[in-house]
């Protein structure tokens, strides 16, 4: 077994100038090593689940250490306290990303959920956000009744919501709309909300329509039946 000083000093070694410039374009602050992901999924693989060490990388404060600590933290040994914390230390919507990733696949994504799209914090609330569209996409967790109100909830804040905030309600929209049962009402919705703004920064990421991405994804379930 690998310890957190030796798995740093692989990412230090596993890293670049170039990967960096991108993370730094994406928003991504200091201390980072600039790691690919396709570097880190596999030293994650070497490692396998550990929890320990997950907490141990996060505490780190290294951008690459702390993706690598989602990929290897255990979902079943989730607590609020920790998701808080870990929620509270984010700083940037590829860490806020990658943490949704874990939340998603824990026992407490759904009450987690319910208090971070309520927050006014920009990264805390597009957490939120981010795990209601992987539980909108999951639809043998919850029924469609559960998902129906946030689309007016969407409709009625996601303009007056910080900048990521709109990205992933936008994205939550389209995730509810993809239910068969919400679909017309996530795009009625959708179509009153109109175009919404993100900042992407110097980046060539866009803001997805809600309307056509819903319709798209739709289309391609029907195709599938």
Known sequence: MMS?????HTLEALG???????????????????????E?????????????LAQSLWVSENHDARILALMVADPKQATDTLVDKWAGDLSDYVLTDALSAYVGKTAISRERTEAWTLSPEEWTSMLG???????ALAEQILPDSYFEPYISRIERDIHGSKNRTRHAMNNALIAIGTRAVLEQKAVDSATRIG???????????KTPDAVTYIKKANERTAEKV
């Open 129 to 135: 956000w981010n795990v209601l569209a992987a539980l």
């Open 40 to 52: 880190l999924k596999k030293l994650a693989k070497k490692l396998k689940i550990n929890h320990d």
């Open 16 to 38: 670049s100038e170039q990967a960096r410039k991108t993370y730094r374009r994406h928003g991504v602050k200091e201390p980072l090593y600039g790691v690919s992901y396709a």
């Open 195 to 205: 175009k919404v703004i993100v900042d992407h920064g110097d980046t060539n990421c």
């Open 4 to 8: 957190v000083d030796e798995v740093l």
